[in-house]
């Protein structure tokens, strides 16, 4: 992995520099995609001559509704013609699913995400154990990258976020609770009866597994979770109460889209998450709802909007459906954080998370 660049100024150049390669690539015919050359000739201004991050700011919001409709071939660098890809799938309840190419980003991501935690954090040679969405999901092959990277094996138990959210926008509760307990009947199988030192999956189902053992006891040594919104009550419970005190957590926020946002170092008895994107691939903003344009003070809500910026994914302005508090840069991160992320408008209107 590139150093990471000492300070807020070191960042931004960085940023810049990665935003002038990365546009190119995507709007040259000799390396880019059918979808963006294509998009090219409607634009009012000329991709190419992009030289900062803030003039992406002239392209419009990315519509993920676009990634249902197209074909996702049409979204392969013409540089990587004839190799072949992965095709992930993003979350959602019905009808067509959203889908993004991909080929190496997924180990970038974690391999990152593995080198910012130490040998101990995570016990080196550890097996483990992943309780989420597999499938089609991007997370399934990150997650056994993580292992093998820190020399484990994986093990799965797979769960349907499609079906849970569609139980409970269902009313069917006790349905939804019957598959949360054959979930973690599965998972509590395979840490009773194998070698498991760590543990991905979401919140919900950590606090499940727990109420039917004490995941100390079992040996776990560090747990790594998102998908749902944790706020700091809930940090606290899981740290203290589910954990025990004793196992090393990993609070994280991401998606197929964005790849994953580490959580940066908390001071004893600090609770309030910020995550920091693994920029310069993707970059997380805190705009004002009403004029996304304009960036929240620090300190404030906004929506979330992300610009992700690799060579296998070009996506400008993505407003995520989540919203967080615009944080400062920190010795660890330089560059903007996003904290206490909740779902979008989740204090006016009823959200399903379900069990991710």
Known sequence: ??????????????????????????????????????????????????????????????????????????FIPKAFEGRPYNVFETGGTTGMPKQRIGWDDYKTDYTEFSEHYGPDFFPQGANWLMVGPTGPRRLRLA?????????????????????????????????????????????????RHRDIGCLFTTPKLLESLAERMSLVDAGIRGVFAGG??????????????????????????????????????RAPGEYSLTYHAPQPRAVLRIVDPENTDRLMDYGDYGRVELTTLTKEFFMPRFLERDEAIRRQPCDEFPWDGVGDVRP???????????VY
């Open 143 to 191: 997650i056994e990258h993580l292992a093998n990277l820190r020399g484990g094996a994986c093990y799965f138990i797979d769960l349907d976020p499609r079906w849970v959210k569609r139980l409970i926008g269902m009313g069917e509760m006790r349905m939804a609770k019957a598959y949360q307990e054959h979930v973690i009947d599965q998972a509590a199988t395979i840490i």
């Open 344 to 354: 979008f408008q989740s204090g006016t209107k009823t959200v399903i998370e379900g």
């Open 228 to 265: 749902t919104t944790m706020t700091p009550q809930y940090v606290r419970f899981i740290e203290e109460e589910v954990l025990e005190g004793r196992i090393n957590f990993a609070p994280t926020y991401g998606n197929t889209l964005m790849g994953l946002a580490i959580s940066k170092k």
């Open 1 to 74: 992995m590139p150093d990471r660049p000492a300070t807020p100024e070191a960042a931004a150049d960085a940023l810049d520099a990665h935003v002038r390669e990365i546009v190119r690539w995507h709007f040259s015919p000799d390396t880019g995609c059918p979808y963006w050359l294509e998009q090219a000739r409607t634009l009012d201004f000329d991709p190419l001559a992009i030289e900062s991050f803030d003039q992406l700011l002239q392209f419009p919001h990315f519509d993920d509704e676009i990634l249902r409709k197209e074909d996702p071939a049409r």
